[in-house]
């Protein structure tokens, strides 16, 4: 075991950019049950420092290269037990380095039905197929007559039955596998055609109704869209090896005559191109290129699982308002808009449900309710739900506002994704059993605002809803690297003991669905926890699982200074003999920036704490509990676009990034559809990765540059190249806001009967307690 794990370690250490000693320490650790963040954190000196990023590299390579081990020892393990395993194939096998390689050696060996091949050998017609390899110069159907018997009934039966053995042994040739793979790789074109009839039906497709590139560069985003379309039955996709058509001169027909020493001139030569030829039309090339749709498949996965997990940590680290009174508002347009006040701490307080809209019309009514609601539960924030009646409802709300006294509340929009699979979840009826589905919607929406990332970890990252293709890649892949960008979310901001959640505790470091409903259990029984250590009484929760755990969580002003901080328990003492030495009380000498600055941490680096941890807890000291999201900003949007159709090239909006993809990155500007900024019209320079210059949440001046109203497709452009005011996005903003321009239009909405009656309503309403 201590030779395997070097072996691991060695391999992805030069992987990972790391020495394989910092690999083996980091697979020791996760064979121990630590978890990815509490290593990156708390175990720099075993690790030499890996940070998160490296660290979940580590342990993604590390279960692929333990299913290549098991699988390398189920091959030797069948080889053997068919008394075939020679030394030469053994080192083969222990030297393949991919799951392909693997297979292609295993090949001749797997256990499979009963083959043309198999069937001629049983006719006697293996001296046959050896026969004519060994000697070029005679004609096969020469050989072939010495073959005939009662199961050979004549010449060409004898050399189809040649022609299966010789064609099976090419077909299950390790080398020439991994040669002609290779080459395909390189050479090969990815052709997409449309079905014929499909046209119509499959429009959204177009785009790859006659389309080829070549399969090396073909971009993902690109890839899943054939293939979706593939599935859909719209298109068909075809991988060829090359563009030369002519046989015998095709490349891989060279590549197999190469592999058998097969020329031109001779008999037995010519006849083996005609085998080597049948071979790659109906065994090679269909299998090889089956392992390419695979293989692109796989590499567009890839990529958009890792555009996915890039948007939603986005998603999660946004700026949080606070604690601020905040009202949800879920639009609806014939079902009524859905309303939720919910306090400082996230407590629902105020609930209901307005109908300014057809087939109602209540505005007046509505705009009451909703002053009123302002008025009682000082209102600070109200954050609108981005869904369809959004723009309606927040033109609702900006005439209200325009009638209130100051202070008045900001109105903030926010992306509502997720939130309907949140309120009919088993996580939604716990919390409010009481309250109607229709209104956790509001809730969840209010809460948003508030802290972003306490609430969406309520949600099943797939439903967030800021992926590229994500119903089309493999779901297991996709779910493990989204809760692993959660886990990391959550454990880099810090959870507050007393106040979390149970879906927020289960992803804190070594915690889980079980063990944070017990935590909450005891803390509603027992009453706040005061002391980190308090941590112990609750059930099944042991001192491992305190390990992991206890740094993540916050106790603010507890018992312990510092576990309102992310020093870990393990070094309180480390942090006690700092404060001692500055001769300060540790209250007074937390965020006192000049002075610990002063302290050289050389001096108390013991034999358990290095340099790493001891700069930790200094620069913890400074600035206890930081939060490392951004500060809370809000973007006001002014009056919007309604429709698609309101659009017109050239016009210049302002819009707030939603998702960021290879491809380049949407932006909500207020018709109900987002519009796309390629990457090529992202800057006036080149960009590789749209990440670059946006990431989910920033507010940007677009360009209005096509509208297909029909196709619904919006094309924008960021470049200023054309001395337009489109400009880079503003940094720190929420990832759910948007603004809206100063002359864009308001869309129409129901008047009140009377301003004179409605401004005295409001005033009155605004007057209640």
């Known amino acids: ?269 010519r006849w083996l191109m005609e085998v080597a030829s049948w071979t790659w039309r109906v065994k090679l090339s269909m299998s090889l290129s089956l392992d390419l749709m695979r293989e692109l498949r796989e590499r567009a996965e890839e990529e958009a699982i890792h555009v996915f997990a890039r948007n939603l940590k986005d998603l999660l680290l946004a700026a949080p308002a606070g604690s601020r009174a905040t009202m949800g508002l879920d639009p609806g347009i014939r079902t009524g808009v859905k309303v939720a006040v919910v306090d400082g701490t996230g407590k629902v307080v105020a609930t209901s449900t307005v109908y300014p809209f057809q087939p109602r019309n209540d505005v007046r009514g509505a705009q009451i309710e909703l002053a009123s609601l302002i008025r009682k539960h000082n209102v600070e924030l109200i954050s609108i739900g981005n869904g369809t009646g959004s723009r309606e409802t927040e033109k609702l709300v900006a005439d209200m506002l325009a009638e209130l006294p100051a202070p008045k509340p900001t109105k903030v929009i926010v992306s509502e994704a997720g939130a309907s699979v949140y309120s009919a979840s088993a996580t939604a009826a716990a919390e409010f059993p009481d309250l109607d589905v229709s209104l956790r919607g509001a809730v969840s929406i209010a809460r948003r605002l508030q802290d972003p990332l306490a609430e969406l970890v309520k949600i099943e990252p797939k439903s967030i809803g800021v992926g590229q293709y994500q119903h089309d890649v493999d779901q297991q892949k ?154 809370f900003k809000t973007a006001t949007f002014a009056e919007g676009v309604h429709e698609i159709s309101d659009l017109t090239p050239g016009m210049v909006l302002e819009g707030t990034v939603t998702n960021v993809a290879a491809f380049g990155a949407f932006v909500d500007i207020g018709v109900h559809q987002d519009g796309l900024v390629h990457v090529s019209q992202l800057a006036d320079r080149f960009v590789k990765d749209p990440h670059e210059v946006v990431k989910a949440g920033d507010v940007v001046k677009v360009r209005v540059v096509e509208v297909d109203a029909k196709r619904k497709r919006i094309g924008l452009s960021m470049r200023r190249d054309d001395g337009s005011s489109a400009s880079q996005p503003r940094g720190d903003s929420r990832a759910s806001q948007g603004t809206r321009p100063q002359n864009e239009r308001r869309p129409a909405a129901p008047k009140a009967e009377s301003q004179g009656a409605f401004g005295a309503a409001l005033a009155e309403a605004m007057k209640r307690k």
Request: a negative charge; hydrophobic letters at 40%.
């Open 478 to 631: 996709l779910s493990r690297s989204l809760d692993a960008v959660v886990e990391d979310a959550v454990n880099a901001v810090g959870v507050d003991l007393n106040t979390a959640s149970a879906p927020l505790l289960s992803r804190v470091s070594g915690l889980g669905p079980s063990i944070a409903e017990a935590i909450v259990r005891h803390r509603d029984s027992e009453g706040r926890f005061e002391t980190r250590r308090d941590l112990l009484k609750v059930a099944r929760l042991g001192g491992r699982t305190f390990e992991q755990c206890a740094g993540f969580l916050r106790i603010p002003n507890g018992k312990e200074p510092l576990d309102a901080s992310s020093v870990h328990p393990e070094a309180y003492g480390v942090a006690k003999k700092i404060v001692a030495a500055c001769g300060r009380d540790l209250r007074t000498l937390m965020g006192d920036s000049a002075v610990l600055k002063s302290v050289d941490p050389r001096q108390f680096i013991d034999e358990k704490f290095g340099l790493p941890t001891v700069r930790d807890i200094l620069a913890e000291l400074e600035k206890p509990g930081r939060d490392p999201r951004p500060s």
């Open 1 to 269: 075991m201590a030779a395997d794990l070097r072996f691991l370690a060695a391999r992805i250490s030069a992987e990972i950019n790391a020495r394989p000693d910092q690999a083996k320490a980091a697979i020791e650790l996760l064979d121990e049950g630590a978890t990815v963040p509490f290593i990156a954190r708390y175990r720099k000196e075993v690790t030499g420092g890996l940070d998160d990023t490296q660290l979940r590299n580590l342990a993604e390579r590390l279960v692929y290269l333990r299913e290549l081990e098991a699988r390398r020892d189920a091959i030797v393990e069948s080889i053997t037990g068919q008394g075939k395993m020679t030394d030469e194939l053994m080192g083969k096998v222990a030297g393949a380095e991919t799951k392909a390689e693997l297979e292609d050696l295993y090949l001749p060996y797997k256990p499979k039905r009963r083959t043309r091949a198999e069937i001629a050998r049983e006719r006697g017609l293996g001296p046959l197929a050896e026969a004519i390899l060994a000697d070029r110069g005679r004609e096969p159907a020469a050989v072939a007559e010495g073959f005939i018997t009662a199961d050979v009934t004549d010449v060409k039966t004898a050399l189809e039955g040649a022609r299966d053995i010789i064609a099976e042994a090419i077909a299950e040739n390790a080398d020439l596998l991994g040669k002609l793979r290779a080459h395909l790789r390189q050479a090969a074109l990815l052709k997409a055609r449309v079905v014929d009839g499909k046209q119509a039906a499959g429009e959204k497709f177009s785009d790859y109704f006659d389309h080829s590139e070549r399969w090396a560069t073909a971009p993902g985003h690109r890839a899943l869209a054939m293939l979706r379309g593939w599935n859909e039955e719209v298109l068909t996709l075809t991988i060829e090896a090359d563009a030369e058509t002519a046989s015998p001169n095709k490349p891989v027909e060279r590549m197999i005559a190469a592999a058998y020493e097969i020329g031109a001139s001779r008999p037995g030569d």
